[in-house]
Structures are given as C-alpha cells and as structure tokens.
C-alpha cells in the first residue's frame, strides 16, 4: 500500500512479487480485504508506537519539537496517510483511518493543553499542525522537487515548528 496505493493491493501480483502462489495467499487470508485489514491494522499499531515513544518524552516542550520535527522531516513513503485518505471511502479503510486519526487529534491536543493552550485551542492547534503535515506529505509524493533540501529543508522543519508550535518557542 506504501508504494502503490490500495490499488496495489492485489492477490495475483503480491503473490508474484513475494515468489509464492495464490493459494498460499488464502491460506493466510481470507481475501483481499482481509489482507488490507491485516496491512491497517499493523499501520496502527506502529502509529501507537510513535505515540507510546513520544510520551516517553517527560518534557512537554522536547515531545513537541520532536514530533513537529518528524511529521514534517519524515521520508518520503513514510507515512502512508495520504494514500489512505484517497481511499477512505472504502469499507475498510475508512474506520481504521478515522479511529488513527483521531488518536493523532487527540494525542495532540492533549500535548497542546499540557503546554498552556485551553482545550478548544489545543484542538484547532493540533489539526492545523495535522492538515499541514498531510499537505506537505501530498507535495512530497507528487512534487518533491518543490520542497527545500538540505540545509535549506532544515530550516523550513525548524520554521515550520517555529510556526505551528507557538507554545514551543
């Protein structure tokens, strides 16, 4: 799904791809949408990694920075968020994506909140940040070329911090 979308997801060619057959594959999964379950649900549980490891963070001020940092300094494929919106639609990816989303929402905000904001605040805060995050993701899969590298990428991350943290600075 990173590489090629839910379109990708495919029994014959994955089955190709992996060097095994088609019945191998049904011995493992039911069928394609077991296979997307399967693949989602591993996407949340490595969202609730990220998220366990922030909180291991005891500073407020550190976790946000870090996170800041990495949404938007993540490698390309990193996060397969935007290929998932497209889809979102569909029966089985809509659920899964909302419920990691809103974990994202709701871990943010709380964050936002431990750093003085009130809680409507926290909120519009947190899916500011969000909805950059994914903008930025979209124009890296589409356009890199048109974001900064190097030296320059790192001042962008820190001014993008700069800009969606005030509570950070």
Do not use: C, N
């Not at 049904?26 to 077991?34: A, C, L, V």
């Not at 490698?75 to 974990?103: F, M, Y």
């Not at 750093?115 to 589409?142: F, K, N, P, Q, W």
């Amino acid at each position: 799904m990173r590489e090629g979308g839910l379109g990708a997801v495919a029994v014959e060619p994955l089955a190709e791809r992996l060097g095994t057959t088609k019945g191998s594959f049904y011995w493992h999964f039911k069928d394609r949408d077991s296979l997307i379950q399967a693949a989602l649900e591993r996407w949340m549980a490595e969202s609730e990694e990220m998220l366990a490891a922030a909180e291991r963070i005891e500073d407020p001020v550190e976790r946000g920075r870090r996170l800041t940092e990495f949404a938007f300094s993540a490698p390309s494929g990193a996060d397969i968020t935007t290929t998932l919106l497209v889809h979102a639609q569909h029966p089985v990816v809509g659920p899964i994506l909302e419920q990691v989303t809103r974990r994202r929402l709701e871990f943010g905000a709380r964050l936002s909140q431990e750093l003085g904001l009130s809680a409507d605040e926290a909120y519009r805060h947190t899916l500011t940040a969000l909805t950059m995050t994914v903008g930025i993701a979209l124009i890296r899969r589409g356009a890199p070329q048109l974001l900064p590298q190097g030296e320059e990428k790192d001042a962008y991350v820190r001014y993008i911090v700069e800009l969606l943290a005030p509570p950070l600075v």
